[in-house]
């Protein structure tokens, strides 16, 4: 089992930053691909970054490439998502999840472990 636990989360104004954490406990942390999500409700939820467990790799929506950074620290077993240049579209109920094969992926159903979510809200 691998509980992971989302904050960082809050009201910023357009054009601000906020940074994600996803603490991680349980199993081995380095070996887990990492993965944002993000949803509205009402919508699907829509996949952000993602970050596999070697060299890394990491990959990124469209939407937010350029403004949004993610990252890991496997000493401290957290990954983060670095979120700069906020638009009001970002607002959303942020999801940080764990793929066992530790590649991480855009699709959501591959991962493993989920997280509770930490509230997003840009303000225009």
């Known amino acids: 089992q691998l509980r992971l636990v989302e904050s960082g989360g809050g009201l910023v104004q357009a054009g601000g930053s906020l940074r994600l954490s996803c603490a991680a406990s349980?199993?081995?942390?380095?070996?887990?691909?990492m993965g944002w999500f993000r949803q509205v409700p009402g919508k699907d939820r829509e996949f952000v970054a993602a970050i596999s467990w070697s060299d890394p790799d990491t990959y990124y929506a469209d939407s937010v490439k350029g403004r949004f950074t993610i990252s890991r620290d496997n000493a401290k077993t957290t990954a983060y998502l670095q979120m700069n240049s906020l638009k009001p579209e970002d607002t959303a109920v942020y999801y940080c999840?764990?793929?066992?094969?530790?590649?991480?992926?855009?699709?959501?159903?591959?991962?493993?472990?989920w997280g509770q979510g930490t509230q997003v809200t840009v303000s225009s």
């Open positions: 349980g199993q081995s942390f380095r070996k887990y691909g």
């Open positions: 999840a764990a793929d066992l094969e530790g590649k991480g992926s855009r699709i959501g159903s591959r991962y493993d472990y």
